[in-house]
């Protein structure tokens, strides 16, 4: 099927990283449908390791680091990869690096926020009807679900105390009361480090907790008590599968089930979706939006299930799973793109009794669903 003109609704990640690719294809018009709050001035970074998929972001990042660390109270795993280092670009910049690709005669933009009623979308109530409507709409998220949330902030130190060659990716040595909870830092240089404090539960906390957490850890594991901060960033990201159908448009971003439910990346699996619809626009075949196979997908689903039922037991399963595998393989693992192999060495790190009773507890309540 060929297509004169494509409709991408929203102003973020996904809609960019769209249109940065479907303008190379000779199609007459673009649309863009930014929304009314697209131009919101905080910044944050997105964190990803480098692959196919994300070239253009890794040559722009802002920083980039070829080893990580997973800590718990009585281990310490890094892992190192030059192949696959992890990288963080800010979100203005990437879409900066976007926009300044796209060929202004062929793009369109609006800034009203577009609505949905009887399965079609409506800006300034004319009906959006492109032959190809994408759409990233933030969804809703459902009450009871889990729950990715986090706050922090950039510090600044008045003494070296960070080592700027190793990200920390989970800090477990936190207060495990409130659900899983580790801390994340970025190391920028010896003296500056972005510092999440980040829990995964039902409940979103109130600020004063993260903030009291990030200052106790630094106090306890870097003897720092004096240091500036700036640049908040706070996010909440739903950790469960997100599959809705729109007869009339195609789902992308977060809204196309792009995070990865088991950990909340989805900067990654953006890029590789926008790319496949590219693809599938440039060859003139169906679009098929979905990026996630359905064995990780599974798996995500037990996990999750572990993680909502026994929080405690996440130092003990990430460890492992950092154990049992080296820094190429964790990074393909964590973009989606590890081999069997790796799939079985992380399957059988994992505490069995739990997974298998998450197991069986998702298939009966599948069954009364
Ligand atoms: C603070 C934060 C940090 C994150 N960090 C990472 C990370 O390190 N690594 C990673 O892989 N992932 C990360 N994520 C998850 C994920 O990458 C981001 O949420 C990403 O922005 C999702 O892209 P998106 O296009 O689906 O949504 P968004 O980028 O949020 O874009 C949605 C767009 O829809 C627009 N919109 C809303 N309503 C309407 C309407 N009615 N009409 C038209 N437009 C509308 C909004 O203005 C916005 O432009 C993070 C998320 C957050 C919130």
Redesign the pocket.
């Known amino acids: 099927m060929k297509y004169s003109q494509i409709d991408i609704?929203?102003?973020?990640?996904?809609?960019?990283?769209l249109a940065r690719l479907v303008n190379k294809i000779p199609l007459k018009n673009i649309n863009l449908?930014?929304?009314?709050?697209?131009d919101?001035p905080q910044d944050?970074?997105?964190?990803?390791w480098k692959n196919e998929f994300n070239e253009d972001a890794y040559k722009n990042a802002n920083h980039i680091w070829t080893r990580w660390s997973i800590f718990t109270e009585n281990s310490k795993t890094t892992l190192s990869s030059t192949k696959h280092p992890y990288c963080?670009i800010k979100?203005k910049r990437w879409l900066s690096v976007c926009k300044s690709e796209l060929k202004s005669n062929k793009i369109n933009y609006f800034k009203?926020?577009?609505?949905e009623r009887d399965n079609y979308l409506f800006?300034k109530d004319q009906k959006i009807k492109s032959e190809l409507i994408f759409d990233?709409?933030?969804p809703d998220i459902p009450s009871n679900a889990l729950l990715q949330h986090?706050q922090g902030y950039v510090v600044t130190a008045n003494k070296d105390v960070f080592d700027e060659t190793a990200v920390i990716l989970m800090d477990f040595r936190c207060d495990q009361s409130k659900g899983m909870h580790f801390i994340y830092l970025l190391p920028f240089s010896k003296k500056k480090a972005l510092v999440e404090s980040t829990i995964f539960s039902k409940k979103i906390e109130n600020k004063k907790f993260y903030t009291t957490e990030i200052s106790k850890y630094l106090k306890k594991h870097f003897d720092l008590t004096s240091f500036t901060v700036s640049n908040h960033?706070?996010?909440?990201?739903p950790m469960h599968q997100i599959s809705i159908k729109s007869p009339n448009s195609f789902n992308?971003?977060?809204?196309?089930g792009?995070?990865?439910p088991s950990?909340?990346?989805?900067?990654?699996?953006?890029q590789k979706q926008v790319s496949q619809i590219s693809n599938q626009i440039n060859k003139k075949i169906l679009i098929n939006t979905e990026i996630h196979n359905k064995v990780d997908l599974f798996l995500d689903k037990i996990f999750i299930t572990v993680i909502d039922k026994s929080p405690q037991l996440a130092p003990k399963i990430f460890s492992r799973l950092a154990s049992q595998l080296n820094g190429d393989e964790m990074a393909k693992f964590m973009s989606g793109e590890c081999s069997i192999l790796t799939k079985l060495k992380v399957i059988f790190s994992m505490p069995k009794l739990p997974f298998i009773k998450s197991f069986f507890f998702m298939l009966r309540s599948d069954v009364r669903n």
Do not use: D, M
């Open positions: 609704i929203g102003g973020g990640c996904a809609a960019f990283s449908f930014l929304g009314k709050k697209n919101i944050h970074f997105w964190g990803f963080v979100r009203e926020n577009v609505i800006v990233s709409r933030p986090f960033e706070k996010g909440v990201i992308i971003g977060t809204r196309g792009a995070v990865r950990s909340g990346y989805a900067f990654t699996f953006i």
